[in-house]
């Protein structure tokens, strides 16, 4: 289901962006910095300790909710007060009615967490990603529609009310579960005390991640910004995906084995292994034929997103294999995540600040030189944790990457070649497609067979 939605959305995509302009998407942009803090405070990590809790009572769901009825009622008061300030700063007067309409997600979320951390609870990921496939069709739908109509910017913002809404109507309804609001809080100091280190995990991870996009808003405006949040969006799109159904399964398949310390890091080696055989060429593939992929499936106005793409897709490879969030949350050793992610608070900022001096490239450039040393830092801290070397930990990946980076060599030879004999942009593509795909797929036949084979075994197993 993500698959056959992620093709419809992928394509509806590139639709809307040869629609609106780099502004629109600098402006939705500027509302997400804002906005963004619903994805990470939205349900205070309580819904998490839902999944956790190994022994759950009525009793104990229903304060829950009443808490997060309170908390979603109070932070859209917050954004709803704080629109003018945030418009002041960018100087923007448009996104005060933006982040006023987008923060009504806020409200509709209430009725999405209880049930949905139940299905996740009970491993249902059949039933969420059927919800979360019916929610991204509609959006997708109504953005390329509105899109397409000119509502410009707000094709985007209606879009997004529009999938929360279906998603939370959907997991009310399929799931069945309703449980009326219990505002006596004794009892759950527990829960809460969980609940609050996943948001500040995810507060640190919010700042490290958007820090970007505020520090290039606010020095070079909303035209560079839309061209680097297109970049962004292109090379994020497979990531987003992968760490959603990773983050989600992993954390509630960890949490089964939480005492079984072996099994959980033969598990996360053997989920490194499988996804680095997939991410690499996919990531890497993207960055080598940057130039034509803007080219034939943006057009000519979104030239300057190539650069940028891709920099920081090849950047997005390495970032992919961070994957031990889901474990450290299993193991309740959130303040481990927390210490790394607060030197990525540190490190990438002052990185970004300093490459958007030199305006969209600079700011690209920043992740290429800022993230590996960052990532060697928090994964020497998060593996010290479990026991397991950092050596041992990239060598469940070295290979894909390896062939990926011969990957890239053969596919620049081959533009020099190809480029001088073609002149269609389309047939070079394909053609730079073809001996990428050839040149991967032939040396991790000849090299990693057995993971090859245990990659599709696996996905034949799953259809």
């Excluded at 995810?202 to 839309?226: M, N, P, V």
């Excluded at 031990?324 to 481990?336: E, H, I, K, N, S």
């Amino acid at each position: 289901m993500r698959i056959i939605s992620q093709i419809f959305t992928w394509a509806a995509t590139l639709i809307v962006i040869r629609l609106l302009s780099p502004e629109d998407y600098g402006l939705m942009a500027l509302a997400g910095i804002v906005i963004g803090l619903l994805d990470i405070l939205d349900d205070m990590g309580l819904a998490s300790a839902i999944i956790k809790k190994k022994e759950l009572t009525d009793k104990f769901i229903e304060q829950i909710f009443g808490m997060l009825i309170l908390f979603n009622i109070g932070f859209y008061a917050l954004l709803y007060s704080t629109a003018p300030l945030v418009a002041d700063f960018f100087e923007d007067i448009r996104l005060v009615t933006i982040i006023e309409v987008l923060g009504l997600q806020a409200l509709i979320r209430i009725f999405f967490y209880i049930p949905n951390a139940i299905m996740r609870r009970n491993m249902d990921f059949r039933s969420v990603s059927l919800i979360r496939f019916v929610a991204v069709l509609g959006q997708s739908f109504t953005i390329l529609v509105l899109a397409y109509l000119g509502f410009g910017v707000w094709s985007l913002v209606y879009g997004s009310l529009v999938y929360t809404g279906v998603q939370s109507l959907g997991t009310m309804l399929i799931s069945g579960y309703f449980c009326k609001p219990n505002f006596s809080f004794k009892g759950i100091g527990e829960a809460l005390s969980f609940g609050g280190l996943i948001t500040v995990h995810r507060i640190l991870y919010y700042i490290y991640g958007s820090s970007s996009t505020a520090i290039l808003g606010k020095l070079a405006g909303q035209k560079a910004l839309g061209f680097y949040e297109v970049a962004m969006q292109i090379a994020c799109l497979p990531m987003d995906k992968f760490m959603m159904i990773l983050n989600e399964v992993g954390f509630s398949a960890f949490s089964t084995i939480q005492d079984n310390q072996q099994k959980m890091n033969e598990l996360l080696c053997k989920a490194v292994r499988l996804l680095g055989i997939l991410v690499f060429p996919v990531f890497m593939g993207v960055s080598c034929t940057a130039p034509e992929l803007v080219d034939v499936l943006l057009g000519e106005k979104w030239t300057p997103v190539a650069v940028p793409l891709q920099i920081v897709s090849a950047v997005m490879a390495l970032k992919m294999m961070n994957i031990t969030d889901p474990l450290l949350f299993a193991m309740g050793r959130l303040d481990v995540g927390i210490k790394a992610l607060a030197i990525g608070c540190v490190i990438m900022p002052i990185a970004f600040y300093i490459g958007a001096q030199w305006g969209l490239v600079g700011i690209s450039l920043s992740w290429l030189i800022a993230y590996p040393p960052y990532f060697y830092i928090s994964m020497k801290i998060v593996l010290s944790t479990i026991g397991m070397k950092f050596g041992t930990y990239v060598r469940e990946f070295a290979y894909p990457a390896l062939f990926s980076g011969i990957m890239y060599l053969m596919v620049t030879l081959a533009r020099e070649i190809i480029s001088p004999l073609i002149g269609n942009t389309v047939l070079e593509l394909i053609m730079l497609i073809f001996v990428g795909a050839i040149t991967y797929t032939g040396l991790v036949l000849a090299f990693q067979r057995d993971t090859a084979m245990q990659f599709y075994s696996m996905v034949r197993r799953r259809q």
